[in-house]
């Protein structure tokens, strides 16, 4: 650790005091001629309308602006004795280059300031790996109501049945999200920490290539949000939608035909501008939204918790809404600009979700399922200070609060909890006829993040980016079973009948952990007049904070060791050149790095072992990081005016995965699992993507995807199963679970720019993996996943028209929109019966024959048909 601190303090002085924030900002650059005699203007003030960004020529006439937040500008350029000249609709992007050229006319010849609209060029000439950026106005017309369902919409990403994202074939817990270019995350499971909504983004950037040294702890991806701020002056937006399921498939989905139009609500509010009382110095931004869903997947009260036998039936008949959920998110930026070359901003992300999920087997005894719980919150208080014309710094110091838990009821001593005898299912062993979850589950984990992040435009050629990140947590975990006894019985043996116990040993567990997470990084953007390299090497250390046994046959009572820190260097390197006038070829090639999600360091931490054939997983806090070695290469040619081609092929190496190794302990009746790194993959594709600009009332993507993801197992804890099955260890590589082949999606935006449009993503593609099976649900009859489901056809449209009035001298505007999901009411098949192939019918047996209530699914579909009807005003 102390090395890594002294090689970091050397970058800082070999390059201060020329560095720059990354992550969350882009840069404009260009050149100023004389438009009569083409020579250079030195001298010439180039400026961000309407913000203190800005930057004067050098002798050669080129000039760069750092430092710029994402978003749509105007750029203008002055000189005494030449007519200004103000370029409007200049498009910046975090973490890209946008140049902006100016040809000035003297004042001899001319008089009137010139204007021109930009035009954003088709190919990015510094875009050096894949990535797609989405913006505000993207998201205002798009049918998406979370921008994970947006993220799903790009080449490269995949759904999975449960819903998981997987960006070019890895695991779901492969991607890092970053908000505002803080990291954002849950460390026990490595998913986001607090979800940001949809109207409280500026952009979002999800980058599927090989990514810079600035980034790190994924080994799939990057989505990086950058939140709205303020400005000088006021405006808002407010929109509800309400809206329900419309779909013809009543025989499979239980109540579909009772149409309610608030079955599913959704409001959201935004304000921003400048402070009241404190100036134009001052501004902020805040957002909030309410999201209320009943859900469209219900059950029939038929038993109550106590009934336990099927010859019992004591349920009122009602029908259960079973998998409903309530949100809530909130987010707030406050900016204060001292002066042009400093600024002060506080921002604050809360989420607050409520959340059943459906379970088929409580069908007909829905009283006494989990309730989850999510409340998060994360506050950043950040400074950025531009030391001069080529350089700023940025500190940033955030607290990110995480607790998620799980629970029938809140009180664990709550008389509804009943005896776990009373679980049974009924006389086909299918459907339970009573019982109560009585699993508990309290996760809470407190991240202290500091990052200091700089960067440098050395030379004209050289932007030189360093940094750290430093994180700190702290981790506490409680999982236990509730015993109630029988009413008037004395089950626990506690002599007092009637009563409920918290069990112990192996069914009641907890653990605090601090593990420490530190990274270091530089990295050189070269921008040569042909060729643009990125190159870069990122330095992460990690200290679990835990204890392991040293005898992993005895796990219980063996003598335990501090678990090790982990190192790894990360080179990375990426370039692009241009081949024609209008296109470029690309390649990148990096090393990354990415400790298993912190669950399964820590999970069972007494180190217990149940009797019998494995019983028990054990979490290893010594688990070495997970590698990938990615490979891509990309070309990019404009076809025509606003039309381009891409076409990027891609290599990954996965090594070093999550896996488990069985172990036997002395006597042989008793065994666990343990979390190991054995897993491998590998995964390599093609894209191709056709853009056409938004011309002429049209605009349209065309992305195809062909993808093989392939490794020896999908689950870390599919070892553990096939122990327990008698099926043979796989030494060799077969398509993962969200492996999908082929993938088309399109999306269409046709609009008549402030009046209406029509926005439809369609998507066509390939169907899931899954293992044929004989009836006997076990015996295999052929290789792991080497079946297919259902190909997926999915359309989704947003319809909408906008009134313009105003009032005073603000202009509103008032839209109201129609948004329909899957629209042509598909049924998607999600899981599938390993008998059949499909998922509404069953060749399998339970204990005697299948009915067909048990075996037809709600859950294995995608959702039918659901259609919104909303209202929004903005100023």
């Known amino acids: ?72 500008y105007s750029l203008r ?73 947006m ?58 290539g090989s990514f810079n040294a600035e980034y790190g702890q994924a080994l799939s991806g990057i989505i990086n949000i950058v939140t709205k701020e303020g400005s000088d002056k006021y405006f808002g937006d407010f929109s509800f939608q309400t809206g329900d399921i419309l779909s013809s498939h009543k025989d499979i989905f239980l109540n579909i035909d009772d149409v309610d139009p608030l079955n599913t609500t959704e409001a959201e509010i935004s304000f921003g501008g400048p402070v009241p009382l404190l100036g134009p110095k001052h501004s902020f931004y805040v957002s909030g939204r309410l999201f209320d869903d009943d859900g469209y997947l219900y059950g029939v009260r038929i038993h109550r918790p106590t009934d336990g036998l099927d010859s019992i039936r004591t349920g009122d008949g009602a029908i259960v809404p079973m998998n409903p959920r309530e949100t809530k998110n909130f987010h707030l930026k406050y900016s204060w600009r001292v002066k042009p070359s400093l600024k002060f901003s506080f921002s604050s992300l ?43 710094y940025d500190l940033s110091l955030s607290y990110l609060k995480y607790t998620y838990q799980y629970y029938a009821f809140k009180d664990p001593r709550d008389p509804r909890y009943v005896w776990s005898g009373y679980r049974r299912r009924d006389n086909n062993y299918e459907f339970y006829t009573g019982g109560t979850s009585n699993s508990r589950l309290f996760r809470d984990s407190k991240t202290f993040n500091f990052k200091f992040d700089l960067t440098a435009q050395v030379t004209g050629q050289h932007e030189v980016k360093t940094g750290i990140d430093v994180r700190k947590h ?90 090790k820190p982990k190192t790894q260097l990360s080179p990375r390197f990426s370039m692009a050149f241009p081949i024609t006038a209008n296109g470029k070829l690309f390649f990148s090639y990096g090393h990354f790095f990415q400790i298993p999600p912190f669950h399964y360091l820590y999970l069972n931490p007494e180190f217990e072992v149940l009797p019998g054939l494995i019983k028990s997983d054990m979490g290893n806090a010594d688990l070495k990081p997970q590698k990938t070695v990615s490979f891509e290469v990309g070309f990019e040619q404009e076809l025509a005016p606003g039309v381009a081609l891409y076409v990027k092929s891609y290599f990954k190496d996965i090594r070093n995965l999550l896996g488990q190794r069985i172990y036997i302990l002395p006597g042989g009746s008793d065994s666990y699992a343990l979390f190991i790194n054995r897993d491998f993959g590998q995964v390599k594709g093609i894209n191709i993507s056709l853009d056409k600009r938004f011309s002429n009332f049209f605009a349209a993507n065309i992305d195809y995807t062909y993808q093989v993801a392939e490794g020896n197992e999908s689950d870390p804890t599919r070892t553990r199963r096939n122990f327990r099955l008698s099926i043979e260890q796989l030494k060799k590589v077969v398509p993962l679970d969200w492996d999908q082949t082929h993938a088309l999606r399109i999306n269409v ?49 947003n319809a909408y028209k906008d009134f313009r009035f105003k009032l005073g001298k ?66």
């Open 1 to 72: 650790m102390r090395t890594c601190f002294r090689i970091f303090s050397l970058i800082i002085l070999i390059f201060l005091p020329h560095w720059i924030f990354a992550g969350t900002t882009g840069k404009i650059k260009g050149r100023v001629i004389d438009r009569e005699t083409g020579q250079p203007l030195p001298g010439v003030n180039v400026v961000v309308v309407g913000t203190t960004l800005g930057a004067a020529t050098d002798v050669d006439g080129y000039y760069f602006i750092l430092n710029v937040p994402p978003g749509t």
């Open 77 to 149: 350029a002055t000189m005494v004795g030449y007519t200004p000249q103000e370029v409007k609709n200049v498009k910046v992007f975090t973490d890209l280059t946008t140049t902006i050229n100016f040809e000035l006319t003297s004042t001899v010849i001319a008089g009137e300031e010139v204007v021109i609209v930009a035009e954003r060029p088709m190919i990015q000439r510094d875009a050096t790996a894949s990535a797609a950026i989405v913006t505000s106005d993207a998201f205002d017309v798009a049918p998406v109501e979370t921008f994970q369902e």
């Open 151 to 208: 993220v799903t919409t790009k080449a490269g990403v995949t759904v999975d049945a449960a819903g998981r994202i997987h960006i070019r074939g890895g695991r779901s817990g492969e991607i890092a999200y970053l908000v505002d270019g803080i990291p954002n995350l849950n460390p026990f499971t490595n998913s986001i920490g607090v979800n940001v909504s949809t109207n409280a983004i500026e952009e979002l950037s999800v980058i599927t």
């Open 350 to 392: 809360i989420e607050k979700s409520h959340w059943q999920n459906y379970s088929h087997s409580l069908k007909y005894v829905p009283d006494g399922r989990l309730h989850h719980y999510k409340d998060s919150h994360r506050e950043n208080l950040k400074v950025t200070h531009q030391i001069s014309r080529r350089a700023f």
């Open 474 to 563: 702290d981790m506490f975990q409680h999982d236990w079973l509730v015993l109630p006894d029988r009413p008037g019985f004395d089950d626990n043996n506690d002599g007092i009948p009637g009563n409920i116990i918290d069990a112990t040993g192996a069914y009641n567990n907890r653990y605090r952990h601090r593990p420490l997470e530190f990274a270091a990084y530089i990295q050189d953007k070269i921008e040569l007049r042909d060729m643009i390299i990125n190159v870069g090497l990122r330095y992460d250390y990690f200290d679990p904070d835990a204890m392991v046994p040293v005898n992993p046959n005895d796990p219980t009572y063996s003598p335990k060791r501090k678990a």
């Open 749 to 797: 935006n046709i609009a008549k720019p402030r009046s209406w449009g029509i926005n439809v993503i369609a998507r066509i593609e390939s169907g899931y993996p899954y293992t044929p099976k004989a009836t006997n649900e076990i015996i295999r009859i052929a290789e792991e996943n080497s079946g297919r489901k259902p190909s997926i056809f999915n359309v989704d449209m």
């Open 810 to 875: 603000t202009e509103f505007v008032l839209e109201i929109y129609a948004k329909v999901y899957n629209v042509f009411d598909r049924l998607n098949e999600l899981y599938v019966w390993d008998s059949t192939g499909r998922a509404g019918y069953s060749m399998e047996r339970f204990g005697g024959r299948t009915t067909d209530d048990w075996a037809l699914r709600p859950n294995w579909y995608s959702k039918p048909r659901q259609v919104y009807l909303g209202l929004g005003l903005r100023f």
